[in-house]
């Protein structure tokens, strides 16, 4: 009888841990699904205000209540002033890019640009903060080509990399009129790169025969099933030499000053050595160069937001896993 109540009592247990683990599963889904509801459209954060009440929680503390009050009626005069005076503030409009393989940021990025576009003058400045490792070359070209309509409206157009602007990362990075790194950022790796795996010697083994039919000589020149040729390779190495010399005009063209074949080895440095090839221009941080500009510009956050379901975010953790 104990015997029996204790193989009850398990599979009671087991049952209690697929349930749960099913009604875990499913919360997750339900709330991943409703955090991606919210209406697409366009986010601006005034981020000058921002910057000012994270400072005034700690000048209340250090100076006190009343020299902190002081402060506040010091500050109001100074705006008064301003708008009386009528002079308007150049601004700097910041717009974050964090990539993945498919640079899939790159359709909120459109949208931002085009907002920017509207309202910004030759006074302003474009700020695109980027984190980018690289990935599929027409998304990261796209997303270049994005960045480019800023300076084609002659509005000065910076980059800044905090972490790494990689291989399609710097085909987008440069070209901006200025690139800022933070010291240890990891910048270049000007090269392109294919590889799959075959599986054609397991499958012959296993008896398995592949079939393939195409119209076109080269409509496939590699398969992860087939038996691959010395024509077939040697004709992908011929698109990716080709793609590369694209990159390396990309380069040419907005950076002038970089001696192109030295840098498009594939390599990647970090900020000091960068700053000596000419990949970048100046070695400081997004956070420093914002709050310099913020004592004379006003910085407005432009942030697309689009609405994505839960097989698009479900792939994108997925990439985002890849990536790293």
Same mark, same amino acid.
């Given at each position: ?20 683990? %099913? ?5 997750? %889904? ?16 005034? !981020? ?9 929680? %700690? ?5 006190? &209540?009343?020299?902190?009050?002081? !402060? ?22 910041? $717009? ?25 003058? #030759? ?33 000065? %157009? ?27 950022? $990891? ?15 397991? =499958? ?17 020149? !590699? ?6 040729? #010395? ?6 190495? #011929? ?8 990159? &390396? ?15 498009? *080895? ?8 960068? =700053? ?6 100046? $070695? *400081? ?36 896993? !890849?990536?790293?």
């Amino acid at each position: 009888m104990s015997e029996l109540a204790a193989e009850y009592a398990l599979f009671v247990a087991q049952l209690i841990t697929v349930v749960g683990t %099913l009604l875990v599963a499913a919360v997750l %889904l339900i709330g991943m699904s409703r955090r991606g509801t919210h209406p697409d459209g366009l986010e601006v954060r005034h !981020l000058n205000r921002q910057l000012e009440e994270q400072a005034d929680v %700690l000048k209340r503390a250090v100076h006190g &209540k009343d020299r902190f009050k002081k !402060l506040l009626k010091g500050r109001a005069k100074a705006r008064k002033k301003e708008r009386r005076e009528g002079e308007e503030r150049s601004r700097v409009f910041l $717009i974050d890019f964090k990539g993945d393989l498919r640079a899939s940021a790159a359709e909120s990025l459109r949208h931002e640009v085009s907002a920017v576009l509207a309202v910004a003058t #030759e006074r302003d400045v474009v700020l695109v903060r980027l984190e980018n490792a690289g990935g599929t070359v027409h998304d990261h070209g796209f997303a270049a080509s994005q960045l480019a309509r800023v300076r084609k409206q002659r509005i000065p %157009l910076y980059v800044a990399v905090d972490k790494v602007a990689a291989s399609g990362g710097y085909l987008m990075a440069c070209v901006a009129d200025k690139i800022i790194a933070a010291p240890f950022a $990891i910048i270049g790796s000007i090269g392109v790169l294919a590889q799959l795996p075959n599986f054609h010697r397991l =499958l012959e083994s296993k008896g398995v025969d592949f079939e393939q039919v195409s119209a076109g000589r080269y409509k496939r020149t !590699l398969t992860m099933f087939g038996k691959n040729t #010395e024509e077939g390779r040697e004709k992908l190495k #011929e698109e990716l030499v080709e793609v590369h010399e694209l990159f &390396k005009r990309q380069i040419a063209e907005h950076r002038p000053q970089v001696d192109v074949d030295a840098v498009a *080895t594939g390599e990647h440095w970090y900020g000091a050595r960068s =700053l000596e090839l000419g990949l970048i221009d100046e $070695i *400081t941080s997004s956070d420093d160069w914002l709050l310099a500009a913020a004592r004379e510009r006003d910085v407005y956050k432009v942030t697309y937001k689009r609405r994505r379901n839960v097989s698009e975010r479900l792939l994108g953790g997925i990439e985002s896993l !890849l990536s790293r």
